[in-house]
Each structure stands twice: as C-alpha cells, then as structure tokens.
C-alpha cells in the first residue's frame, strides 16, 4: 500500500464526520473506494448515472453490490440518475451509437476516444448538490468521495487535482455554506494496483470476501453478452487496466470474461494481458 494511502487513511479516520457522497460507477476504482468509505465508518450515499453508456450493465453491478452490502449490515444508500437524454448530445466511443471502443493498453492515445465531454463536471454538479443538501438536514460536514486515480490524469483532464480545485471554488462560489461539504480523493495520485490493494483490506476489515465482492463490479467498456448474460471483455484498454492490477497482486480477478465466441477462462485472459502489456512496454522503449 502506498504511504499516501496510509496517510489518507489516518486523517480520514480522524474526523468526526460520518457522512460521505460517492460517485458510483459500478467499477472497481469506486466501489474499491466504497470499501473503504464503510470501512471508517461512514454513511455513503452512493450515486450512479445513467447517460447512456454503451457498458450501461454497470449500474446493474452498482446496484448488486450495494444491495449485498447493505445485507452485511453496512450503511450505504444507492440512487441511479438518468440523464441518458444526453446521450444524443454527446460525442464519444462510450456513448450508444459512438464509434468503437480501443483495444490495447490504457495510455493517452488509446483512450482519448473515450472521454465524455464534460462528464465529470456534470456529475460533480448533481453530487454537489446532494452532498450539501446532507449536511444542511443533518447540521453536518459531508465528503464527496471520488474514485479517481493517478492512471487517470493523461486522458481525463476532469480527473486531474487542477479541475476539482477549479470545480471546487465555483462550487464555494455559488451556494452558501458550501464549506460543510469537502471533496475526498485518497487514490487521486495512486495506481489502480494500489485501489485494488486498498480495497482489498478494506473487504478483509469487513469480513467480505472480496471474490464476492469484485465478482459485483464491472470495469469492461465493451461488454460481450451470451446466452442472456452479459461478460466482461478482455481486450479493451479499461478491462486491460483492471486484469494488470490483479496481475500485479498474483490474483485471479473474479470477473467474467468472454469474446465473440463465448466465456473464456482466467488463462486466456490473463496470457492476452500479459501479451499486452508487454507489447506496450517494448514501444516505450
């Protein structure tokens, strides 16, 4: 575990506040962070967004794994918003009826037709505002926690500390004793080994098995469906990411993957990856 995880960790534990506002994905960098949210003992009122996603399958895991924490006893609320009106605005390979999504590694140029003009900002406005309506009701401090990471800053400028310090003015700006709510980014300069790691413990302190629990998240942008169930690719530059963070782990992900000709086991996803990657570290040579 890094020492900015270890330090985030001892600060958050620290406060009095026990209310946060999560952006759920559906995918293992927020959910991960979800974990951890439970773990230091807060009340998580998680949000997912609907805007008309090609891999929309993710809020149904989003859906799935809130609903199983909270049969564990944990405190967490979840609410999907559905803005896919949006979708015939936006230009993006994420997007239903874009161009396709990239295969091979997760780097600037392979990613860069997945960015959703805006997106983060739209969902930071909506989050905002359910976050500060928390702690005017309770008379409290809230946290907006997001699950970025340091992976994310070369293809996504909205993931980068400069545009949540700018959003986070403007949001200080416009509404009155905004100063209740605070943003919450413990992973904004760690790697996705390092999110998975962190959730990891965070399963291990709860008593969750967490091959239940990452079985319930979706990272994939081209989902592949069988047979009335929808898997996971493993060829994608996201689904990439995930697979070299358990890699790195010497773990088997519990996600299930498939092509165009059907489910595939850990072996073969895991032999494409480490193809992959290997691939791409010989080009940065």
């Known amino acids: ?56 399958v993710e809020l149904e895991k989003a859906l799935s794994l809130t609903d199983y924490l909270k049969q564990q006893g944990l405190k967490v609320k979840h609410h999907t918003i559905n803005i896919d009106g949006l979708s015939q605005l936006l230009h993006s390979a994420l997007i239903s009826g874009g161009e396709d999504v990239p295969t091979g590694h997760y780097h600037e140029s392979n990613m860069r037709l997945t960015v959703v003009p805006n997106r983060n900002k739209i969902f930071s406005s909506i989050i905002q505002a359910a976050a500060l309506s928390i702690a005017e009701a309770q008379n409290t401090d809230v946290i907006i926690a997001m ?12 993931c980068r500390q400069l545009f949540r310090d700018k959003d986070y003015d403007a949001f200080i700006a416009g509404n009155w004793d905004a100063e209740k709510v605070t943003y919450y980014l413990p992973y904004i300069n760690s790697s996705k080994t390092d999110v998975l790691r962190d959730g990891m413990r ?13 079985e319930m998240t979706f990272t994939s942008y081209i989902p592949v469906e069988h047979d009335n169930t929808i898997y996971s690719d493993y060829q994608s530059a996201s689904s990439i990411g ?24 850990w072996q073969t996803v895991k032999a494409h990856a480490e193809k992959t990657l290997a691939e791409f570290k010989k080009q940065e040579v």
């Open 147 to 158: 699950g970025v990471h340091g992976g994310d800053h070369a293809t996504y400028p909205d």
């Open 242 to 265: 995930r697979i070299e963070a358990f890699l790195n782990l010497g773990l088997q992900d519990p996600a299930a993957y498939a092509d165009e000709l059907g489910p595939v086991t």
């Open 202 to 214: 965070a399963c291990e302190a709860l008593g969750l098995k967490y091959e239940e629990v990452y």
């Open 1 to 56: 575990m890094s020492n900015e995880i270890k330090n985030n960790t001892k600060s958050i534990k620290s406060t009095k506040n026990k209310y946060a506002v999560l952006s759920l994905s559906g995918g293992m960098d927020s959910s991960s962070l979800m974990l951890r949210l439970l773990d230091d003992g807060y009340e998580v009122t998680a949000i997912s967004f609907d805007y008309g996603q090609k891999h929309k």
